[in-house]
């Protein structure tokens, strides 16, 4: 079954930014938010996010209206009944992605695939949640979703033989590069590059180093994009105290205990560029001169 009608639950940030990856491969995409606010506000993501390609002349307006004519918004789970996959992107709370993943198995057609974007969250203990596990994989994508080029497949012990290479090949023709991992808390990416990220936050309390000398120290000394803190903001400060409350349940190791400056700020409401501060304020990370 090729897959040519695909769901999304949750658009936020991620879940607006993977409705537009189907639809600029030529997908139709139903896009599922609880209420009409938080439907707005993936409309809002998509025509900004298009709206970008628009200005820099790498999408042409027809292109543009192309894909947003693709993807259908409704806060109906309904209507997801038919759809051949359905990829999760709700906050990451096991318990809001069990109920949701027991309701898509009740809506669903039996053979619809469903997928999960958690950061780090047990995909068996979701597939567990349904009356189809082998059909539900983890399909991760990372953030900006649109540009990112990786996606994590992670099985399951209970996962269909040759779902995770369906899902690669999907992943291959939505334009990215798939990589097949098991499910462990923080599957690759999360499993290596939070701890780095949660160090640079110990070594801001320790105060061995300022917040714009460690972001400049990574990016000249090591030649990332951005750095950690200045990343932080962009995968969101909950996002990340979580992934690290999921490694440090799973491992118990000490370093993988959240820095405390990240359960103050998420506290606070201080949660990065998703709620206008985080590590960073209004002003422009040190990215920003070089540009
Ligand atoms: N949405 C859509 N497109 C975006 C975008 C966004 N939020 N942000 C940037 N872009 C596009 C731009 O339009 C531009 O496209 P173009 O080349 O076609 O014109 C391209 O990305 C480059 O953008 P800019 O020139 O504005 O800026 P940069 O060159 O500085 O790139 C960046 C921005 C791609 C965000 C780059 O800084 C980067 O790669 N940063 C690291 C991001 C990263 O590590 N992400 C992974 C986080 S971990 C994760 O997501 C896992 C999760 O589970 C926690």
């Known amino acids: ?57 790498r999408l042409s307006a027809e292109e543009r209206a192309a894909i947003l004519g693709r993807i259908t918004l409704t806060t109906a789970r309904e209507d997801l ?51 189809r596990p082998g059909r539900v994989i983890g399909m991760h994508f990372f953030n900006p979703a649109p540009v990112m080029k990786l996606v994590e497949v992670v099985g399951t ?18 334009g990215k590069t798939p990589v097949v991992v098991g499910d462990r808390a923080g599957f690759v990416v999360n499993r290596l590059l939070l701890p780095y990220l949660n160090q640079a936050a110990m ?32 995968i969101g400060l909950d996002t990340s105290y979580e992934v690290m409350g999921v490694l440090f ?5 000490p370093r993988h205990a959240p820095a405390p400056v990240l359960r103050e700020l998420v506290t ?8 206008g501060r985080g590590f960073h304020g209004e002003e422009p990370a040190p990215d920003e001169p070089d540009k």
């Open 1 to 57: 079954m090729a897959f040519e009608k695909v769901g999304v639950v949750g658009l936020g940030t991620m879940g607006a930014g993977i409705a537009e990856v189907f639809a600029r491969a030529g997908i139709r995409v139903i896009g599922v938010e609880a209420d009409p606010e938080a439907l707005a506000r993936g409309r809002g993501h998509l025509e900004r996010s298009t709206g970008r390609a628009l200005d820099k002349g």
């Open 81 to 131: 009944a038919d759809a051949d996959l359905v990829v999760e992107a709700i906050p990451e709370i096991l318990e809001y992605k069990i109920a949701l993943f027991a309701d898509l198995d009740r809506i669903c057609k039996p053979d619809t695939v469903l997928a999960t974007n958690t950061s780090s969250l047990s995909v068996t203990a979701v597939a567990a949640a349904t009356g």
């Open 157 to 174: 012990v209970m996962t269909d033989e040759g779902l995770p290479e369906r899902i690669a090949e999907l992943s291959r023709a939505l």
């Open 203 to 234: 070594l801001l309390e320790r105060g061995v180093a300022a917040r714009d000398d460690v972001d400049t120290a990574m990016r000249k000394g090591v030649g990332l994009p951005m750095g950690p803190f200045a990343l932080l903001d962009l």
């Open 249 to 253: 349940d799973e491992t118990r190791s």
């Open 268 to 275: 606070a409401g201080l949660l990065g560029r998703k709620s």
